[in-house]
Structures are given as C-alpha cells and as structure tokens.
C-alpha cells in the first residue's frame, strides 16, 4: 500500500508517520492552550481566535522541517540517536518560523507561552511516537511478492538496478521463469522456475502481487494470454524498465529505448511550470541572498586570510541548450589548481582544497554565489548540475542520452545530489545522468520544493561533499 501524491510516492509507514505527527502537533497546541489558559471552551478559544487555524499552521511547518531533515526516508530510515536530534532541531526551527509568522501576521499572534508550549509538547510527542513506533512500523511495511518473467541478461540488470534495502524489506523475490532464453543465469536469488508453467496458476499458488516482465527476447515469447488472466485477476503486470523507476527512483540507462521516451507518460511539463519556477527561483535567491549575506561575508574573510588570494573562483560551464555561461563559487581550492591548464575531477581528499574551502564544500557554502546565476537566468535552484564544456564533451561521447539533461536550467541542487554523493569519474557521471533523466521524466513545482526541502539535510550534516 502507498500514497501517490502527483508523481511522488509516499510508503505506508511514511504515509503514517506524517498522519501522526500532525495529529501530535494539533493535540500539543490545543494542550498548550488548555494549560496555559486554563480553559479550552468557548472563553479560551474565544481569547487566540480560531486555535484550529494556528495548530493546523503548526502542523505544516513541523512536517516540513522533519522533512527537511530526513526524517520521512522511507528507503533508509535514520537511526533511532540520529533521528531524536533531527526531531530536536526540526522542531528549533518550527518554533523560530512560527515566532516570525505570529509577530509578522498580528491577528494569528498566540502569545509566547502557547507558543513554547506547543512546541515542548510537540516534541515530546513527536519523538515518543517515532521511538516507539520505529519497529512496529518496519515489521507492518507490507512486502510485494514478486514474479520476474525472464531469467536471463535483462533479468540480472533488474537485480543490478535495485536497491539492497528494497529487497527483503518491502520486495520479495519468489521466483524466475525462463523465457527461452539460451543460458538462464546460474546466481539468481530466487527459485528457477519451470519453463511453459501453467503462469495464473503458479501465480495463484505462489500469492503473487506482481509479474515482472524481464525477457531478454519479448518477440513471440510473452505469454500474452496468461498475462491477460493474471492481470484480470488482479496481479500487476509491469516492465522491467518501468519497474526499476518507480522502486529505485531513476531511470536505467543499461534498458532505456528512444522508444519507451517516446511512447512513455512524462518527459512534459504543465504550461505554467516554467513561469511558476522562475518566479519561485526570483524570490527565494532574493530572500536567501539577503539572509547568507553574513555569511558570505565571513566566507570572503576567511579565504583572504588563509592564503591572501581571490575570494570568488568562475569557470565556464554548459547550461540550457548547450549555452555556455560562467558559475561563481567562492574559491575551495588552492590558486592556479589546474597549472596544467588541464581539467581534472575533484577527488576524495583532494590535496587542491584548501583548509577553508574543506568547510565551505562540506557545507555547500562554496555554492552560495551561484544564487546570483539564478537572479541571472542562467541557473535554477532545482536541476542537473552544470558540468564544464570539456567533460560535457567526453561524457556526451561515452553516455547515451546525457545531453538530454541539457533541456532545462542547470540547478544549484537536484535529485541527482540528494541520491548521489559528489561525482568524480565516468562511472559517477552515468548514474547521476539516471536520475536526472527521472527529474526530467517527473516536472513539477511540488518535485522541485521537496528537493529543496531534504537538501536542507544535505546541507546541515555535509552529505557526500568533496
């Protein structure tokens, strides 16, 4: 079971967990109103206004710092230590939110004892469900059976693409039916299956929820009136390809076809997407500009101090349509890195960096100035990551399909970022290209925010950063 929120899938453990966190977050306001007025009828709610409005404003600011910080990864929960002090600092910056909201918008204003109530409260029973809830909620995720038509070479690519967590934990291999392919794989996690079973009823014996179709020749080779039954009946029927999206969230290069872009949904964004976006962009790199000023500031400082040379580093990078533009960073790196004139990828422990910029990568601080590239147009906040000409050219040669991810604005983060650590090689490039390709496929506004929002993650703990 899971919840479909436009082209986002929610699991039911998470759909649970944002149900009743907001549910805690109601209760903890109207508690705090009760105690700190002393009555929740009708001369207590009458004293705040309509309470509803502000608790349910509570709600939503709550759940969008868990967000933020990570506290809704389905596929990878955070540990029990880990997420506690998530859920300390989400609920911080909860109430720092609401403090501005309730001063900047008098008729919502509750009062400052309501108000560190609420959150008190709110934390204390936000952090008791997801303790106790943890196990609970990972022994009830519903595992779907699963049946793989196919037992050779696109079948060992399904296994390949999948992600380890997602079998054993919300995926169950039962079985592999050879479709007349010549050698069936030897290693296959799951029984092997007789050739020209009788498929509903094996599917029937085996409580199948979904057949996988996986055939390395489909020609004349799909049993096309069994599928039929099965689907009927009410088993899934599912592309290999198609399959992998959805579970591993990008799309399988190894598998993909011009014509499964073509005749696929996606790939195509509502006719006020893009107007949508740039507003969005506009504000936020205004307001962020405005509020990382200080910050920017100590950058510059501490730059100039470590070494004495320039503070900001510009290098020419590919933007929409191929357009080469030049990106802002402050400077991480030694000067003259590439004396060579040579362009080299940043590595592990790179020795270029300098003690500074180790801080400013970890914390993505280095990105700051490229909030100006947005206000420019050359850039948005959300997108594939602009790559330099002379890689973009290497890439392009080697990597099919990687200029698509030129179609739209670069991006200071993306869904390859959240799902990838930094990329330093060939082989980095081509799985980032996997998810950029499912950004592209999945264009919403809704998408972009919730990027946004778990970046924030990335961000504070210096995930993946070189």
């Not at 003690?355 to 700051?368: H, P, S």
Request: glycine content about 8%; proline content about 7%; overall charge positive.
């Amino acid at each position: 079971m899971a919840l479909r929120l436009l082209n986002l899938q929610l699991s039911t453990r998470t759909s649970t967990l944002v149900v009743l966190d907001a549910a805690a977050c109601v209760l903890a306001m109207y508690g705090a109103a009760f105690l700190r007025l002393n009555a929740i009828g009708a001369a207590g709610v009458a004293s705040v206004g309509s309470l509803w409005i502000r608790a349910l404003v509570f709600a939503g600011l709550t759940l969008l710092s868990l967000t933020a910080l990570g506290l809704y990864q389905s596929r990878a929960p955070v540990p029990t230590r880990a997420a506690a002090l998530r859920i300390a600092l989400a609920f911080a910056f909860t109430g720092l939110l609401l403090a501005l909201l309730f001063y900047a918008i008098p008729p919502l204003y509750l009062g400052r004892g309501v108000l560190g109530l609420s959150v008190g409260f709110g934390l204390l029973l936000v952090l008791a469900l997801h303790i106790a809830l943890r196990r609970p909620l990972d022994r009830a995720v519903p595992r779907r059976a699963l049946l793989v038509l196919g037992a050779g070479e696109r079948a060992q690519q399904l296994l390949a693409y999948l992600p380890a967590p997602l079998l054993g934990r919300t995926l169950e291999l039962r079985g592999f039916m050879p479709l007349g392919e010549a050698a069936p794989a030897a290693d296959l996690p799951a029984p092997l299956l007789p050739a020209r079973t009788d498929l509903p009823a094996l599917v029937a014996s085996l409580q199948i929820d979904e057949i996988v179709l996986a055939a390395d020749e489909r020609r004349d080779r799909l049993p096309m009136d069994a599928l039929l039954e099965c689907k009927l009946c009410g088993v899934a029927v599912t592309e290999a390809l198609a399959f992998i999206e959805r579970e591993a969230r990008k799309v399988p290069l190894a598998l993909l076809q011009p014509s499964w872009i073509i005749l696929n949904s996606g790939f195509s964004m509502l006719p006020l997407y893009p107007l949508g976006k740039r507003l969005f962009d506009l504000l936020m790199a205004s307001v962020l500009a405005i509020a990382a000023a200080p910050v920017m500031l100590l950058a510059a400082l501490a730059i100039r101090l470590e070494d004495g040379g320039p503070v900001f580093y510009a290098q020419a990078r590919v933007g929409r349509h191929g357009r080469i533009f030049r990106i802002h960073k402050f400077r991480s790196m030694v000067v003259d890195a590439e004396r060579r004139q040579t362009p080299q990828w940043a590595s592990t422990d790179d020795p270029r960096i300098t003690r500074t910029g180790r801080v400013l990568r970890k914390y993505r601080i280095d990105e700051l100035p490229q909030l100006f590239n947005v206000l420019r147009g050359e850039m948005s906040f959300v997108g594939p990551r602009p790559e330099r000409p002379e890689f973009v050219e290497q890439l392009a040669a080697r990597i099919p399909y990687y200029r698509e991810r030129h179609r739209v604005l670069p991006g200071i983060t993306g869904w390859a970022q959240l799902n990838y650590p930094y990329g330093g090689c060939e082989r980095d490039a081509l799985e980032k290209l996997q998810y950029e390709l499912y950004y592209l496929k999945h264009p919403s506004l809704l998408f972009d925010f919730l990027i946004l929002l778990q970046t924030v993650d990335v961000v504070m703990f210096g995930k993946g950063a070189r």
